[in-house]
Structure formats: structure tokens, C-alpha cells
């Protein structure tokens, strides 16, 4: 059973424009939410995280939304650029009495036209 | 430049061949990841490491043998693969107990002939 549903898969936008990437969790012992991005040929790295206590967290042009009761969270780029093409990740972490674990959506693949 | 460093940057290799892929973090954490990332699929924890000693394996098939000789390195043996093991292998650290946020390499883009 996949832990984190992200949505969508794919996602091209004219530059300017502000995509929003979705995703939805099940485990309420959840507690934290990264977003990573991805370039080709790149490992993924943070891009923003927020914990579950704010219901928005901004980061230049890159925001969260929380959503606690209704289990989601999602990711808005304003202004977009021809740079921020990548694929994005959503994350969802749960602390272990050894080791937490961090569960990934499958990604959304970004394109933004110039 | 990313704090942890992955070689070889690619991989061919035959199903009979043996190799390992390494990893190594200089960001003083004190756990180390393999992941596998394959098309389409979301991101397979396959192997944690903390303080050098492993605490999970994700089902992981046993021609996948991981190794941590120290909380700096991690290579990851692989022997007699399928074709079906190609894939980007990544590997990952943090520092266990302070949060969810994970530094990735750039990963060994493995194809198995």
C-alpha cells in the first residue's frame, strides 16, 4: 500500500504560471513534510519542508500548503521559470524509536515553456 | 556540491559479473540509505544504516549485499543481477533523530545486460 499519493504526474505550465503539485496521507503518526526536487542526472534535494503544527510554509517562490484534517498537503510554485523544470517529490516522515522513515510519492514531472 | 559523493557515476555489467558501488558522505551524519529508482515507481528504500549498524532491509533480494564499514561509507555489493535491477541506485544521509531531511548523491545509473 503506497503511504503517499501524489498527483499529478505530469505537469507542463507556461512560465509565469503557478503549478500546484497534490499529495495525500493516510498514517496520522506522520509528522513531517518534505518536498524534494529533482534535476535530471541529479540525486533529489530538500526544496521545502513544513511540519504539521502551520497550515503554510512560503520559501521564496515555493509554498506549502497543510492541510491536517484533511490529510493533504501540497506544493504551489509562483512565477514559475524554465528552471524549475524537474521532477518533485512529496515526502511524508515518521519518527522511529531508532530510525525514522521517509516515505515518497511517485514524483510529477514538471515542464515550463519560456 | 552535493556532501555525499556516489562512484562509479555508471554502470553496465553483465549477470555474472560481480561489482560495488560506493558511497561517501562528509556532512558528519550518522545514518546512510540505498535507495532504488526505477521509472515510474516511487522512490524503494532498500537498506538503513545507523551508527554503522544496519536496521533495516526492505526485502531486498539477497544479490544486493550492503556494507558500512564506518558512519562515512557505504557500498552496496551486487553479484549474479537481473536485467530487470537496472536502475539509478542512490544513496542518501542524515542525521537520525532530527529530522525527515535526507542528502542524496547523484545516484550510479546501473544497466544490467
Known amino acids: 500500500q503506497q503511504q503517499v499519493k501524489q498527483s499529478p504526474q505530469s505537469l507542463i505550465v507556461q512560465k509565469g504560471g503557478i503549478p500546484i503539485i497534490n499529495c495525500a496521507y493516510e498514517?496520522?503518526?506522520?509528522?513531517?513534510f518534505p518536498w524534494y526536487q529533482q534535476f535530471p542526472g541529479k540525486g533529489p534535494a530538500l526544496l521545502i519542508a513544513i511540519r504539521p503544527d502551520v497550515s503554510e510554509k512560503k520559501e521564496g517562490r515555493f509554498t506549502i500548503s497543510f492541510n491536517k484534517s484533511a490529510k493533504q498537503f501540497s506544493l504551489h510554485i509562483m512565477d514559475s521559470q524554465p528552471g524549475d523544470s524537474a521532477t518533485y517529490f512529496c515526502a511524508s516522515w515518521v519518527g522511529g524509536s531508532t530510525l525514522g522513515r521517509l516515505y515518497f510519492g511517485r514524483g510529477t514531472q514538471l515542464t515550463v515553456w519560456p | 556540491e552535493t556532501g555525499v559523493t556516489q562512484t562509479p557515476r555508471h554502470l553496465v555489467m553483465g549477470m555474472t559479473n560481480k561489482k560495488s558501488l560506493k558511497c561517501e558522505q562528509h556532512?558528519?551524519?550518522?545514518?546512510m540509505y540505498w535507495y532504488k529508482q526505477s521509472a515510474k515507481k516511487p522512490l524503494e528504500l532498500m537498506f538503513v544504516?545507523?551508527?554503522?549498524?544496519?536496521?533495516e532491509n526492505n526485502s531486498v533480494p539477497s544479490r544486493f549485499s550492503p556494507e558500512c564499514p564506518n558512519s562515512s561509507h557505504l557500498f552496496l555489493h551486487l553479484h549474479t543481477l537481473q536485467p530487470e535491477d537496472s536502475a539509478l541506485y542512490l544513496c542518501?544521509?542524515?542525521?537520525?533523530?532530527?529530522?525527515?531531511?535526507?542528502?542524496f548523491g547523484n545516484g550510479t545509473r546501473l544497466t544490467v545486460t
Open positions: 544504516y545507523n551508527f554503522k549498524e544496519q536496521t
Open positions: 556532512l558528519g551524519h550518522n545514518a
Open positions: 542518501a544521509s542524515s542525521q537520525e533523530g532530527i529530522t525527515g531531511d535526507l542528502h
Open positions: 498514517n496520522t503518526a506522520f509528522d513531517y
